[in-house]
């Protein structure tokens, strides 16, 4: 074990309540440590040397017998953060819009040249995000020879996720030391919606990244000494905050901003310019008013542009839509979520690990009047992380559209709360430990079976339900019937929770398989917690998330694409489309089909249009959902058209989101010069 000197033995002791305790486990030590504190604040002892700040070997607390250098560390948390971000991320569909959209505009880009204002292979420009994202796309596609592609869609967000799991170790790093920093970077890693959102071409993960970045360069330039706070050091976090606005829109200051602001009011700071004397002091230290000129600077242009050159229509689509309209539920088009909408998605998303969010609260609410003192460096630490958590949740709950991706900034906080939180655990009940003669190891074993008993008794109504229910209609039908199951699975989740189901039914060994594993990982998390060895804790909750996740990506996903992915279907659209004859599209489109069918592609906004679009005797195709082939058949103008090929019924099942390719004039097929087998089936 890694064993730190006298002095930061001293040091380390000021800084975590554990080792406060551990110096006689009375209030009285707690107070000795707290003047210590108190007397180095006032000789001039910087703050990041009291929170462990460069001290690469941290507490050694927490990897009882375990030793690596820092580059080695560093490269297998990277390594393990690839592989969960990356390993067969190319062979899933383009299931989200955004990532449909973003290979349109990537791919129009390559095509066109025209780069400042993204467009849609409709020629339409992308009025809904900004265009960071997507110069992204088209850059790693003009590097991968020109093609757009799965891999390069989502490859922005991948690299974001891997350097986000980076910045998450330095700032724990920052915080306390190296090995919190790494636990930090575990956690996240095996953060379930983290992991996900990793794998996908949205924009979220890089302005999560964005955000990240900036309240870490705001800690460390906030906690610097005066003489060495600079405007220029100061630059690169308004540039960040600039890069944000490129990547997602105003929303991105208000998410890095809001944190700090309610991090300098817990500590006592005045932070409004008119109500409290000496604000324009604080936001001076900050630099704010260069800063946000540099801001304004960076950003502005590009939006000055896009308003000129959409005559306007970026503004009302994008700002006004797309941030006032989701933030105050003045459309009707956009659904409101429920108050409570984020409590169970926080809970969900951020397991396994929000199993030990209670008792890190728990252990945060009895010393809350502690996070108050401005000079205890342990409260520094947490009450950051607690505003930076509880502004966001609070910001994005009063916002009235909710998805559970707007909650992935916050991850970071969670991981790094709960990184301290487990750091701080272990590194009182080790001291405590070493002056505790050894327990009994029969008690100690008697109290693991109690406690597995009891919590077996409390599942034993859940496990049962379940049993039934999978024996009789099925685990996922039966959730269904409940509102809340309702509301917070999306289709995806049912889909691949019915694939779990059909697989348990055909290989009934996996029930028992599951159960072994099930069990030993309870017994490990247990016998963690209670002998404080968090290497068998973080076994505990990492490997069977691990598991489930090898599981879901080499047998889940593959069964399911098929029943979601368009680009078969737009195979047979491509042999028909021309420059003369385009591909109609009724209602909406679909931005995966579009993409992977290219141009040319019309959309038909009303029924009427289509209908004028069939009276001639000229072959017209239309592109339209299945469910609405029902109306093309009672309308008499529309009913002799034929479907010429649809994906409703593939060889793994139903398709999720079927289309229908119709047409007007039934021989149109056949004199098609680019016939072929394909394009003459009823059903691919």
């Excluded at 592989?83 to 991320?89: E, H, I, P, S």
């Excluded at 996720?161 to 330095?170: C, E, K, Y």
């Excluded at 004028?612 to 029902?630: H, I, N, R, T, Y």
């Amino acid at each position: 074990m890694i064993r730190l000197t006298e002095t930061n033995e001293t040091v380390h002791s000021v800084a975590n309540l554990g080792h406060a305790q551990a110096e006689g486990g009375t209030r009285k030590a707690i107070a000795r440590a707290s003047m210590d504190a108190t007397s180095l604040e006032h000789s001039g002892a910087d703050l990041t040397s009291l929170t462990g700040e460069g001290n690469e070997e941290g507490a050694g607390t927490l990897w009882q017998g375990v030793r690596f250098p820092l580059w080695v560390s560093v490269s297998m948390l990277l390594a393990f953060a690839s592989f969960v971000f990356a390993w067969r991320v190319e062979e899933r569909g383009l299931w989200s819009s955004h990532e449909g959209r973003a290979a349109q505009n990537a791919q129009q880009m390559l095509r066109t040249g025209h780069w400042l204002i993204p467009t849609l292979i409709t020629n339409d420009p992308e009025v809904q995000k900004p265009p960071m994202y997507y110069w992204a796309v088209a850059a790693f596609s003009l590097l991968g020879g020109g093609e757009v592609s799965a891999w390069t869609v989502r490859l922005p967000s991948v690299l974001a996720a891997l350097t986000g799991i980076g910045i998450v170790f330095l700032f724990g790093r920052r915080l306390w030391d190296l090995e919190t920093g790494l636990l930090a970077g575990i956690i996240l890693t095996t953060t379930t919606r983290y992991a996900w959102l990793a794998r996908v071409g949205r924009i979220d993960m890089l302005l999560s990244l964005v955000v990240l970045l900036a309240l870490f360069v705001f800690w460390r330039e906030f906690h610097r000494d005066e003489q060495e706070r600079t405007t220029k050091r100061w630059l690169g976090f308004y540039a960040l905050l600039a890069l944000g606005v490129l990547i997602k829109g105003p929303i991105a200051v208000v998410l890095t901003m809001l944190p700090i602001a309610t991090y300098l009011w817990a500590r006592g700071e005045p932070i409004l310019p008119v109500a409290q004397r000496g604000a324009w002091g604080t936001w001076h230290r900050m630099r704010l008013l260069p800063g946000l000129l540099a801001v304004a600077l960076i950003a502005g242009p590009w939006f000055a542009y896009a308003f000129w050159a959409t005559q306007g229509a970026y503004f009302w689509e994008f700002v006004v839509h797309h941030n006032f309209d989701r933030a105050l539920g003045t459309s009707s088009s956009l659904k409101s979520g429920p108050v409570w909408f984020y409590i169970p998605r926080l809970l969900v998303d951020c397991f396994p690990w929000s199993i030990l969010l209670p008792a890190a609260g728990l252990t945060l609410w009895k010393h809350r009047q502690r996070l108050v003192q401005r000079e205890d460096p342990w409260s520094q630490q947490y009450l950051f992380l607690l505003s930076w958590v509880i502004s966001q949740f609070v910001l994005l709950t009063l916002v009235s559209f909710k998805r559970a991706d707007y909650l992935l900034p916050v991850y970071p906080a969670v991981a790094l709360l709960l990184a301290g939180w487990m750091r701080d655990r272990f590194a009182r009940f080790e001291d405590r430990n070493a002056t505790r003669p050894q327990r009994n190891p029969r008690r100690r074993a008697r109290w693991v079976l109690i406690s597995a008993f009891a919590m077996a008794t409390l599942t034993a109504p859940l496990l049962l339900w379940a049993t039934i229910e999978f024996l009789k209609k099925g685990v996922v039908e039966s959730l269904m019937e409940f509102s809340l199951a309702e509301r917070h699975l999306n289709l995806t989740d049912r889909f691949m929770m019915g694939h779990v189901e059909r697989l348990l039914r055909e290989n009934w060994p996996l029930l028992g398989i599951s159960a072994v594993v099930i069990v030993g990982c309870v017994w490990l998390f247990q016998t963690g917690w209670h002998e404080r060895r968090n290497q068998r804790m973080i076994a505990g909750l990492a490997l069977p998330w691990l598991v489930c996740f090898l599981f879901q990506i080499h047998l889940i996903l593959p069964a399911i694409d098929p029943l979601r992915e368009m680009s078969r279907f737009a195979e047979v659209i491509r042999t028909l489309a021309t420059p003369e004859r385009p591909i109609y599209y009724f209602g909406k489109f679909d931005p995966d089909l579009v993409f992977h069918a290219g141009p040319p592609a019309r959309l038909v906004g009303d029924w009427e249009e289509l209908v004028s679009l069939g009276e001639g005797d000229k072959p017209c195709f239309v592109v339209m959902k299945a469910s609405q082939l029902p109306w093309v058949k009672r309308d008499p103008r529309t009913r002799n058209w034929e479907v010429v090929a649809d994906n409703r019924h593939t060889s793994f099942g139903d398709h999720r989101d079927a289309r229908i390719l119709l047409t007007n004039v039934p021989f149109a097929v056949a004199d098609h010069p680019r016939r072929d087998e394909e394009t003459s089936t009823r059903s691919l």
